[in-house]
């Protein structure tokens, strides 16, 4: 095999002792015997040579599917991808491994993959084997396509290098000509959306998430996924006076980049990116006024996300951050009772925390932290701290406890306890 190379004295000592502990593990469930014929491969690769762990594995190993058996793993058949066997080892994570027939197959292997910098091998005693030079590319955080058909024999790579591009590499000239010669709408279409929305949300935790999104413009592909993107750069985001940046989609991706420089979770991202989606159901013959856009972004808010297989809670927290974040804007304004309620509601959905950063990067201001916490810390407060006497609400028709329970906090939060 060639390519051969130890592992780089830069490699960071955490590294260096998570790679142990994973030998280590590694060693102990594969006998001595099989050792040589098991790789660690992809990102857990990339990952160590760049100074950081991965918890989840991947092998390619040259071994009877009946001893990985054995060995307590089980076959997963995926609709569109190899087969893989599967096991997890709590405290440590996932080993996922894909078998060959022999060991001189692991070239051939490695060259299917994607990337180079993902076509890496590392043997269980510690050597590097690189035939397609990924540690060079890695080194000037290149993306080389591992072969002239590796885009067009999975379309959505063209989607894994933009998220790579979201993690600080750059799409190499001959692998960006590939995305745009071999990528087409209609072999997307037979994509399952979750492999999109993976390496959508994989984008938005990494550095620099608006690059996926901008590379998805520019490139032109993923709008039977994401049609609302391309539909934004025609919406204007709001009167001039109040929008000076023009565009929905400009004003999008500036709060996107507020919330992204204090806030790493994929979801308060995802929500920041689309805080205004309601504004793309505006009649364009009221533009540039967007009525009612908290209201209609409320609504669309479960389907979007459903219709992107997301977590249920993404759904839930952009239909609330939709609804709220026009009131969150001008909270000052508000009633102590609407301040009450909003909170109340904001705690159920799971926002309470995430709204005011939202508001905070959609007014480009430092936002009412200190109001709003005071009001959901009120909101929070059961009927003894409220200091509510049970017997006289219990007296009270159950219709009528509520309005008892709001009156209090209502009072509490306007004496600034």
């Known amino acids: ?64 599917a009946d001893e990985i058996a054995a060995l307590g793993f089980r076959q997963v058949v995926g609709k569109s991808t190899a087969p893989i066997w599967f096991r997890h080892f709590q405290g440590f994570g996932s080993i996922e491994v894909t ?52 885009i067009s024999s999975d379309p959505l790579r063209s989607f894994r290098g933009f998220r790579f591009e979201a993690e600080g590499f750059q799409l190499a000239g001959m692998t960006a000509a590939q995305i745009r010669e071999s990528c087409r709408d209609e072999q997307l279409q037979r994509i399952p959306v979750e492999r999109f929305s993976r390496e959508m949300l994989k984008a938005l935790a990494a550095p620099l998430p608006e690059k996926f999104f901008r590379r998805m413009l520019e490139y032109d592909l993923g709008k039977q996924w994401l049609p609302e993107l391309f539909a934004m750069p025609l919406v204007p985001a709001g009167p001039v006076q109040h929008h000076p940046e ?45 009525h009612g856009h908290e209201e209609a972004g409320f609504k669309a808010a479960p389907q979007f996300c459903r219709r992107l297989a997301l977590p249920l809670e993404y759904g839930r927290a952009l239909a609330w951050i939709s609804r709220y974040h026009g009131n969150a804007n001008r909270l000052d304004q508000l009633r102590p009772a609407t301040r009450i309620r909003m909170a109340e509601q904001s705690i159920k959905a799971g926002i309470s925390e995430l709204l005011p950063r939202i508001s905070a990067a959609d007014k480009d201001v430092a936002g009412n932290g200190e109001e709003w916490q005071r009001a959901v810390a009120v909101a929070g407060m059961s009927c003894d701290e409220l200091g509510i006497d049970r017997e006289k609400l219990l007296a009270l028709k159950p219709g009528k406890r509520g309005d008892m329970i709001l009156q209090r906090r209502v009072e509490l939060l306007s004496s600034r306890f």
């Open 1 to 64: 095999m060639t390519g051969r190379s130890s592992l780089p004295a830069t490699v960071s000592a955490a590294a260096a002792a998570r790679h142990r502990e994973t030998l280590a593990l590694l060693t102990k469930i594969f006998p001595a015997e099989q050792q040589p014929l098991v790789w660690l491969v992809g990102g857990a690769v990339r990952n160590l040579l760049q100074g950081s762990s991965s918890r989840d594995l991947d092998l390619v190993a040259a071994i009877p």
């Open 99 to 150: 078998l060959i027939e022999r060991p001189e197959a692991l070239p051939a292997d490695l060259a299917k993959r994607d990337f180079t910098v993902n076509a890496m091998a590392l043997t269980l005693a510690g050597e590097l084997i690189d035939p397609l030079y990924g540690a060079d590319a890695l080194d000037t955080m290149t993306l080389k396509a591992c072969s002239a058909s590796a």
């Open 246 to 290: 023009g565009d929905l989609l400009t004003h999008s991706f500036q709060v996107l980049a507020r919330l992204a420089s204090v806030d790493c979770s994929p979801l308060a991202r995802f929500c920041a990116l689309f805080h205004d989606i309601g504004k793309l159901a505006t009649d364009p013959a009221l533009y540039p006024k967007h």
